[in-house]
């Protein structure tokens, strides 16, 4: 056996994790120095698939029947009188005013510099005052773990360099991740191009939402409608089957 390793084949593996993170997320991003992370949601793209929800449930290992995010579909009427389906795919909104933060009594739930909203497992007491204030419906109390659980835009992965596992796996492109500190980053550019043209659930909460839609139904538009997000998913127990 070769005592000595081959040092070519060894520094493409070394370089290797540093390749495909530049392949998920654009060098640009990963260059700014004070990122703001936020997700753009293309409604037009959205086939309610559910591939999003599953990927979310798979990658943070989410108790059976609870989501960090998932795609509600509601019945509208236009002024035709015709009924068709409309799309809202949901998450927590990372807001810049977060309701939940200042209603936590033990300081679990935070906002980092990059603008995304976590919760620490090890303060967290499982009161659940933030999954009241929350406007959106958005947190929900762990099962397992007992303790606050929302979407954190996979922090993890993004420290990483990769997108959030919602993001890679939408088969529509609905969902872009980005920069929004960056002018030229794919969400930036999608934002400008919109020209005004988006929407955010709430806007009267002024929570400032960092999760922004294109295309939303004017009937959903600015409202979050129904049950929670863990609450809205199809399960076996509650459908009789």
């Given amino acids: 056996m070769n005592a000595h390793p081959d040092l070519s084949r060894r520094a493409f593996f070394t370089a290797l994790p540093a390749v495909t993170a530049g392949l998920a997320i654009p060098a640009h991003a990963a260059d700014e120095a004070n990122p703001h992370w936020a997700m753009l949601v293309d409604t037009r793209r959205c086939i309610a698939c559910q591939a999003c929800t599953m990927a979310c449930s798979m990658e943070n290992v989410s108790p059976e029947g609870q989501f960090r995010t ?3 579909t509601y019945a509208v009427t236009d002024q035709a009188g015709k009924t068709g389906l409309s799309v809202l795919p949901r998450l927590c909104n990372h807001c810049e005013e977060p309701p939940c933060i200042p209603v936590c009594p033990v300081g679990a739930t935070f906002k980092r510099k990059d603008g995304i909203v976590l919760v620490d497992g090890e303060r967290c007491v499982g009161c659940a005052y933030c999954v009241q204030a929350c406007p959106y419906d958005a947190r929900f109390v762990n099962h397992h773990t007992g303790k606050a659980d929302k ?14 596992a919602c993001v890679e796996t ?15 980053s794919d969400i930036s550019r999608r934002l400008a191009a919109a020209d005004g043209k988006t929407s955010v659930l709430k806007p009267e909460a002024g929570t400032t939402p960092r999760v922004f839609y294109i295309g939303l139904d004017q009937q959903l538009d600015g409202r979050v409608d129904g049950a929670s997000t863990a ?6 127990d509650t459908q009789g089957a």
Avoid: K, Y
């Fill in 70 to 72: 998932v795609v509600a």
């Fill in 151 to 164: 979407c954190t835009f996979c922090s993890h992965r993004v420290e990483a360099g990769l997108l959030p």
């Fill in 170 to 184: 939408c088969v529509g492109g609905a969902r872009i991740f980005g920069d929004i500190n960056h002018p030229q």
């Fill in 231 to 236: 609450d809205m998913m199809w399960r076996p």
